[in-house]
């Protein structure tokens, strides 16, 4: 009896939650939203370039149509509008939280490419940008924080896929002589 009650404090102290920490989503410094940018250096013509990134889009995408919003080969560039499932976790059940919605740009010039993911915005009940979801006085606090970490977990595997995507040569295909 005597070492229960020596352990009952310990006990209670391990049982407290820690505070939560946002997710550390990459941000704009000029307006704080969420922003995902790099130039990547990559030995091959801009048009090789542009190449690989429409098979990238094509493959990546089920629907990869639907989430173009500007295809310039001219200018090697691709403007996708595309979205995604967020789905938050109620007593063992995952339900859909809504729709992330973002744009993403590739651009590419010689020996290099650019990636841009902004205007993320969180589709649900309402429409908003999602950077609301990081206001740590929100009673669904831990909701909202675990949609930002799906989001980024999202975002981390498009560009890992992308990356690994632009350094592999596009392959011309022979058709048929008649």
């Known amino acids: 009896m005597l ?12 049982a407290q939650k820690q505070p939560l920490a946002a997710p550390e989503l990459p941000r704009s410094e000029e307006n704080n939203q969420v922003y995902y940018m790099e130039v990547v250096t990559q030995e091959a013509p801009a048009a090789e370039l542009f190449k690989r990134s429409v098979i990238w889009y094509r493959k990546f995408y089920k629907n990869p149509t639907g989430v173009l919003e500007l295809y310039d080969s001219l200018e090697n560039k691709l403007v996708l509008k595309p979205q995604f499932a967020v789905f938050r976790d109620k007593k063992g059940v995952q339900t859909q939280a809504g729709i992330v919605k973002y744009t993403l740009t590739l651009a590419c010039r010689e020996g290099r490419y650019r990636y841009e993911i902004k205007d993320v915005n969180l589709k649900a009940a309402s429409y908003f940008p999602i950077e609301r979801l990081f206001n740590p006085n929100d009673p669904d606090i831990e909701d909202n924080y675990h949609i930002l970490s799906e989001t980024h977990k999202y975002f981390t595997n498009l560009l890992a896929d992308l990356k690994a995507a632009m350094k592999e040569p596009s392959v011309k295909v022979k058709r048929d002589d008649w």
Do not use: R
């Not at 070492?3 to 102290?13: D, F, K, Q, R, T």
């Open 3 to 14: 070492v229960a009650l020596l352990l009952l404090p310990a006990a209670m102290v391990w």
